[in-house]
T-cell receptor, first 113, second 114 residues
Framework: EAQVTQNPRYLITVTGKKLTVTCSQN?????MSWYRQDPGLGLRQIYY???????DKGDVPEGYKVSRKEKRNFPLILESPSPNQTSLYFC????????????FGDGTRLSIL | AQSVTQLDSHVSVSEGTPVLLRCNYS??????LFWYVQHPNKGLQLLLK??????LVKGINGFEAEFKKSETSFHLTKPSAHMSDAAEYFC????????????FGSGTRLSIRP
């Protein structure tokens, strides 16, 4: 089954404790992206990757890091999480250009205390 | 530059009546437009997309949208609302030639009254 898998689905942690949210897709898609969703703001792009070893900032990259060492995986790293990073996070992938729909993971709800 | 404006943060309709969710966009590129639906505690699911073919686009679950270039709009409609349509809806614009810039609207929450 074609899917985008995020882990963990839920996480409660404390300020400053490094965490990684994994994202994996099994569709051989070149493009992957991370979003955060906050009430009233829709989804805002954090980082995206057009292919292996090619990443770029989205609209809200501060406090986040990503890597793309292999095509299927695109982890999101919070080196020193802060409470303002409490949010719902989505990973997505696309095969092709901007005229193709995104495939989304089920989301990761992060709470930073 | 691209932007998307969803004109209503919340829409409430009675079951069996028409649904209209409004979306306006701006784009300096040739745009592709999408509507996604998000049910409570779920991920996002594609409803329909416009990519420079027919301007009237039909999607899943009876939804459709019309691309109007002169009005820079891509409103989502459904003739008769069902209780299962209650969800959050997102309008999205991207550059047709590249996925490097994808912009989401702020979302419209659709409530259905019995």
């Amino acid at each position: 089954e074609a899917q985008v898998t995020q882990n963990p689905r839920y996480l409660i942690t404390v300020t400053g404790k490094k965490l990684t949210v994994t994202c994996s897709q099994n569709m051989n898609h070149e493009y992957m992206s991370w979003y955060r969703q906050d009430p009233g703001l829709g989804l805002r792009q954090i980082y995206y990757s057009m292919n292996v070893e090619v990443t770029d900032k989205g609209d809200v990259p501060e406090g986040y890091k990503v890597s793309r060492k292999e095509k299927r995986n695109f982890p999101l790293i919070l080196e020193s999480p802060s409470p303002n990073q409490t949010s719902l996070y989505f990973c997505a992938s696309i095969q092709g250009g901007g005229n193709q729909p995104q495939h989304f993971g089920d989301g990761t709800r992060l709470s930073i205390l | 530059a691209q932007s998307v404006t969803q004109l209503d943060s919340h829409v409430s309709v009675s079951e069996g009546t028409p649904v209209l969710l409004r979306c306006n966009y701006s784009s300096s590129y040739s745009p592709s437009l999408f509507w996604y639906v998000q049910h409570p505690n779920k991920g996002l699911q594609l409803l329909l997309k416009y990519t420079s073919a027919a301007t009237l686009v039909k999607g899943i679950n009876g939804f459709e949208a019309e691309f109007k270039k002169s009005e820079t709009s891509f409103h989502l409609t459904k003739p008769s609302a069902h209780m299962s349509d209650a969800a959050e809806y997102f309008c999205v614009v991207s550059d047709t030639s590249s996925a490097s810039k994808i912009i989401f609207g702020s979302g419209t929450r659709l409530s259905i009254r019995p």
